[in-house]
């Protein structure tokens, strides 16, 4: 009758066979089992499961199964009142008059009196970059006239496919957007409409606050475009005036 041992490193296997009625080529192949597999997988283990004590340790991936301390092992304790090495002053001044109390309250008030590091938004708002991406819009010539040439650069460079244009010959013979429409909820905000636009139609305003209250409000259409076009003009003319030297 054999027992069979397996042991494994990270190298190679092997395979002992071992008769039962020879107990002492048993331990001592079990003695270099676990040295050897005590230093691959936790060394501190080691002195363990080879010093001389009764209790056998049965390692795996994880150490030992009966998680037994080294010899000598010892948690590290809190210092108590009398080891912390204060004077009987110091603590009596804690005790009696709660200076720890008093010295956090002080550094409440320093903080209170202290200049801000916010801002009282909504009534201060801090600067935003001309190249800042929000809210879209579609601007006009200063007589009025529709800038957007219906050349659907912007849908086809759009790479949510949120920007529908549909457009129709005019009398003179030049083309005009009849539809221009943008799902908001689709919009990735790359600017990528606006780089591609020769016109410099469709923008991307520097409004933030646009957040409705039904998914239907942030389905935008040519005229609410039109509409932030004419809200947003004189921001917008900074915004590209601004960033002109950089292109």
Not at 15 to 37: A, C, E, G, M
Not at 189 to 206: F, K, L, N, R
């Amino acid at each position: 009758m054999f027992k069979q041992i397996i042991t494994s490193s990270s190298t190679k296997s092997s395979r002992f066979l071992v008769s039962s009625s020879s107990p002492s080529s048993l331990k001592s192949i079990q003695h270099n089992y676990l040295s050897t597999s005590s230093l691959l997988l936790k060394p501190t283990l080691a002195a363990t499961s080879t010093s001389d004590s009764p209790t056998t340790e049965y390692l795996t991936t994880g150490g030992s199964t009966h998680s037994i301390p080294a010899k000598g092992f010892r948690l590290a304790q809190p210092k108590t009142w009398e080891e912390s090495h204060e004077s009987a002053l110091s603590k009596a001044t804690k005790f009696l008059f709660l200076s720890e109390i008093a010295r956090g309250m002080y550094i409440c008030l320093e903080m209170y009196f202290r200049a801000p590091y916010t801002i009282y938004y909504p009534f201060e708002k801090g600067p935003i970059s001309p190249r800042f991406r929000g809210e879209h819009a579609l601007r006009r010539y200063p007589s009025g006239e529709e800038r957007c040439i219906a050349c659907k650069l912007c849908e086809a460079i759009c790479p949510a496919q949120a920007i529908t244009i549909e457009a129709e010959e005019r009398i003179d013979g030049s083309r005009r957007t009849y539809k221009y429409d943008i799902d908001m909820t689709k919009c990735i905000y790359c600017g990528y409409c606006q780089e591609s636009c020769p016109v410099d139609a469709i923008v991307e305003t520097p409004n933030v606050e646009y957040s409705t209250a039904t998914r239907e409000e942030l389905l935008y259409n040519k005229e609410k475009l039109l509409e932030n076009g004419d809200k947003w003009e004189q921001e917008l003319q900074y915004c590209i005036d601004a960033d002109a030297p950089y292109r």
